[in-house]
């Protein structure tokens, strides 16, 4: 309830403490074993095809397998992408080596976080900058895809970011999405993206997806807490990674439940 009303009340703060999070990972991460902070996707139908990883990739299967699932929606040949919030970098790395865009760009507020994916990561065409989502500086018409990734609940005014993906993407340009909202704030959420002019090509409910995923990597995220933070902490880096569930729908959606989506959207050609 606390952190609804933090979420309600006071985004400036709320986005202060996830600030706070994010650099204390990013600072006592000493053994590399976090590269990814999102919740995960598992895929539920048991006869779909096994996702095939590298050995080294396995550890964080389920946070993979939710980049795959949004990357998976376009075509990445001759692309030239950014992810805003790309955290520690696991993302863009992933996505660098299995679509092939020409150019991958990450950035995201966190000083410490943009340092150690720029020490860490060095293959062509994958680079990183600090940044505000809320005010981004690149150009106009810059990118073919604009990817954000379960980050957008804790920017302030998140109408600002969505003005800076239409301003950055060029026309054609696809703008790949996903997040949780509350289940009362999901139509207002829809007519904030409405709002945009964007084209909507696709929206998916991945919420049990996303609870099947919290459920199995469940043992592994606990263990990290408990090797990485002092006791003091653990209660609140156990919600912070989702492990508690974090109040996701199951089944019928309920007030003060979250739903997680993912949306495709596609800025439209300009017509002259």
Same mark, same amino acid.
């Given at each position: 309830?606390?952190?609804?009303?933090?979420?309600? /009340?006071?985004?400036?703060?709320?986005?202060?403490? +996830?600030?706070?999070?994010?650099?204390?990972?990013?600072?006592?991460?000493?053994?590399?074993?976090?590269?990814?902070?999102?919740?995960?996707?598992?895929?539920?139908?048991?006869? @779909?095809?096994?996702?095939? $990883?590298? @050995?080294?990739?396995?550890?964080?299967?389920?946070?993979?397998?939710?980049? /795959?699932?949004?990357?998976?929606?376009?075509?990445?040949?001759?692309?030239? @992408?950014?992810?805003?919030?790309?955290?520690?970098?696991?993302?863009?790395?992933?996505? %660098? #080596?299995?679509?092939?865009?020409?150019?991958? +760009?990450?950035?995201?507020?966190?000083?410490?976080?943009?340092?150690?994916?720029? #020490?860490?990561?060095?293959?062509?065409?994958?680079?990183?900058?600090?940044?505000?989502?809320?005010?981004?500086?690149? =150009?106009?018409?810059?990118?073919?895809? *604009?990817?954000?990734?379960?980050?957008?609940?804790?920017?302030?005014?998140?109408?600002?970011? !969505?003005?800076? *993906?239409? %301003?950055?993407?060029?026309?054609?340009?696809?703008?790949?999405?996903?997040?949780?909202?509350? +289940?009362?704030?999901?139509?207002?959420?829809?007519?904030? $993206?409405?709002?945009?002019? $964007?084209?909507?090509?696709?929206?998916?409910?991945?919420? =049990?997806? *996303?609870?099947? @995923?919290?459920?199995?990597?469940?043992? %592994? &995220?606990?263990?990290?807490?408990?090797?990485?933070? =002092?006791?003091?902490?653990?209660?609140?880096? +156990? /919600?912070?990674?989702?492990?508690?569930?974090?109040?996701?729908? #199951?089944?019928?959606? &309920?007030?003060?439940? #979250?739903?997680?989506?993912? !949306?495709?959207?596609?800025?439209?050609?300009?017509? $002259?």
């Amino acid at each position: 309830m606390i952190n609804r009303w933090l979420f309600e /009340h006071l985004p400036t703060v709320r986005q202060w403490l +996830t600030r706070i999070s994010y650099e204390y990972i990013s600072k006592f991460d000493k053994d590399v074993k976090v590269l990814f902070m999102n919740y995960g996707y598992a895929e539920l139908d048991p006869g @779909a095809e096994r996702l095939e $990883l590298p @050995a080294e990739d396995e550890e964080q299967r389920y946070q993979i397998q939710l980049y /795959h699932h949004v990357a998976s929606a376009i075509d990445w040949s001759r692309v030239k @992408a950014l992810e805003v919030s790309s955290g520690r970098g696991g993302g863009a790395d992933y996505i %660098r #080596r299995r679509f092939q865009p020409n150019s991958y +760009t990450g950035v995201d507020f966190s000083e410490e976080a943009v340092r150690f994916c720029s #020490r860490y990561y060095s293959a062509e065409g994958l680079s990183f900058e600090q940044g505000d989502a809320e005010s981004l500086h690149f =150009p106009d018409n810059a990118f073919d895809v *604009v990817l954000n990734l379960e980050a957008s609940l804790y920017y302030p005014d998140v109408e600002r970011f !969505f003005s800076h *993906v239409v %301003r950055i993407l060029k026309p054609g340009g696809h703008f790949l999405y996903a997040d949780m909202r509350y +289940t009362e704030e999901i139509e207002a959420w829809r007519t904030q $993206l409405k709002n945009t002019g $964007l084209e909507l090509l696709s929206e998916e409910d991945i919420t =049990p997806n *996303v609870i099947g @995923a919290l459920a199995l990597d469940q043992d %592994r &995220k606990r263990n990290l807490v408990k090797r990485y933070t =002092p006791r003091v902490l653990h209660k609140a880096f +156990t /919600h912070f990674g989702g492990i508690s569930n974090d109040g996701l729908a #199951r089944g019928e959606p &309920k007030e003060g439940e #979250r739903n997680y989506m993912f !949306f495709v959207y596609r800025k439209k050609d300009v017509v $002259l």
